[in-house]
């Protein structure tokens, strides 16, 4: 069974650090580009960050680029997020997805909260 399980969310205060992590299962994960995407309440879910399947090629959103760090360890099926100075902005679900684009699996989610 094709699998994505994300952990490592939590409450995390502004200017913070917090580090997601993905744990992929049931297919050959160092074959696929992985995408980090969030969905904050009330909005769309937006892409945060994404890395190739030999980790050369990374994109980040705008608005967390310079802040955020994605890495991958294929040899653990992993991907991670290395949330550094977050925003209250950044409150919202994370998603772990297979693919740089057209997801076509997802995580069920991790809640991070954004708060003093």
């Known amino acids: 069974q094709e699998q994505l399980v994300e952990s490592g969310g939590g409450l ?3 200017g913070g650090s917090l580090t997601l992590s993905c744990t992929a299962s049931g297919f050959s994960f160092n074959r696929y580009g992985m995408s980090w995407y969030r969905q904050a309440p009330g909005k769309q879910r937006e892409l945060v960050a994404q ?3 030999d980790g050369r ?3 980040y959103a705008e608005s ?3 802040r955020f760090i994605i890495s991958r360890d294929n040899t653990k099926n992993t991907v991670a997020l290395q949330m550094d100075n977050v925003k209250s902005e950044g409150t919202a679900v994370y998603y772990c997805g297979r693919k740089w684009n057209k997801i076509d699996l997802w995580g069920q989610g991790t809640q991070v909260t954004v708060s003093s």
């Open 12 to 14: 995390v205060q502004p």
């Open 51 to 53: 890395i190739s399947h």
């Open 57 to 59: 090629e990374i994109n």
């Open 64 to 66: 967390v680029k310079d």
